[in-house]
C-alpha cells in the first residue's frame, strides 16, 4: 500500500468516512497529510490542533488536540522549535507569549475572533480607570495587548474557579471581554453585574446565534437526550440545557455519560470529533461552524510549513508578551491549586 493510500486509510478508519468524506476527498487530504508530516519532521515541529479544527486537520497532522487551556499548556512544554498552529490568533500569540524563543507560524493570520476584536488595550485601561483596585480577569480570547494590560487569564475550563478565588480577596472582579459568559459567571457565583462584576459587550458570533427557542421541541422528540451549551452561549440558553461548560468539558461529560442522545450546543467541529471519539454514542446536530476557524486548511499548513509568508509568522513585542505572560503565568498558578 502506497504511503498516500495508508493515510487514507487512516483517516477512515478514524471515523472520516462515517462523517461523509469520500473516497476521493481521503485520498486528496492524505496526499497534503503525506507531505506535511515529511515536512514537519525536516522542520522539527510540532501541530496543536484545537477541537474546531476540521476533521482531516484534527485526525491527520495534529501532535496534541484540546481546548485553548489544554493547548496553551501543552505548547508551554513542548520541546520542539516550531509551532504551526492550528487555530485563530490569539491562541497563535499565546503560544509565542509562553515561548518567545520558538517560531510560531499561523496557517491562516486573517483568523481572528469576535470576542478578541471587541475590545482594544486602550478599552481595557478606561476600565481598570473607573474601577480602581478590582482585579481584570481577562478571557484568553483576547490580543496580547489586552491580556498585558490583564492581572489574570481565564478559559472556559477555568474560569469559575479562578474567579471565585478572586472573590476571596476582592468584592469587585473585572471580567472581560465576554458578556454573555460573564452574565452566567455572576449567575453561578452570586454576583450583580455592573455592581460586582464589570462586564465589556464583546460577544462570540457562534454562541450568540443560539438560543432556548427549540430546546423544548427536542426534549419532546427525543425524551432522554442530554444538552449542553458552550459557557459562551446566553444565560436564557444556559438555564434549560443540561450542562455548561467549555469544549474539554463537554467531551468529557459526554465520555462518562450514558444517554440516548447528546447535542453540543456549540461550534460544528466539536460535534464531528465527538462522533469520531464515541462511534456508538448518538448526536443530535445543533451547530454553527465559526469562520474564523475554518480558515485553516491542509493546504495552508503545508504552505506554512514551505515557506510561511510573512504575515503568518507570530511576533510579539517583547514588552507586551512579558506582560502578558504574567497574567497567563497567574492562570495556571490559579487553576492548578494556587490560591
Ligand atoms: P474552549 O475550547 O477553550 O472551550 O474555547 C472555545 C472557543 O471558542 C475558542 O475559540
Ligand atoms: Fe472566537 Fe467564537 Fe470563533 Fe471561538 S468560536 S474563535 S470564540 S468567534
Redesign the pocket.
Known sequence: MSEVSAEAAALSSKGLSDLGYSDAELEKAASLIVRIKALKAEKNAVIPVHV?QRPEVIHGIADFVGDSYKLSKLCSESKAGTIVFCG?SFMAETAKILSPGKTVLLPAPEAG???SESITAADIRRVKARHPGAPVATYI?TTAAVKAESDVIVTSANAGRILEKLYREHPKVIFLPDMLMGQNLAKQLGKIPGKDIILWKGT????DSFDASSVSLYRQMYPGVRILAHS?CSPGLVTVVDFVGGTGDMLRYVESTNAPYFMLVT?CGLGELARTRFPDKRFLPMCRL?P??KAVTLERVLSVLEKPARASVVEVDPKVAERARKSLERMFELAEGGK
Not at 204 to 207: K, M, N, S
Request: net charge negative; charged share 15%.
Open positions: 474546531y485563530v475572533c469576535s470576542l480570547n462570540c458570533i457562534v454562541h459562551e461550534e465559526c474564523y476557524m
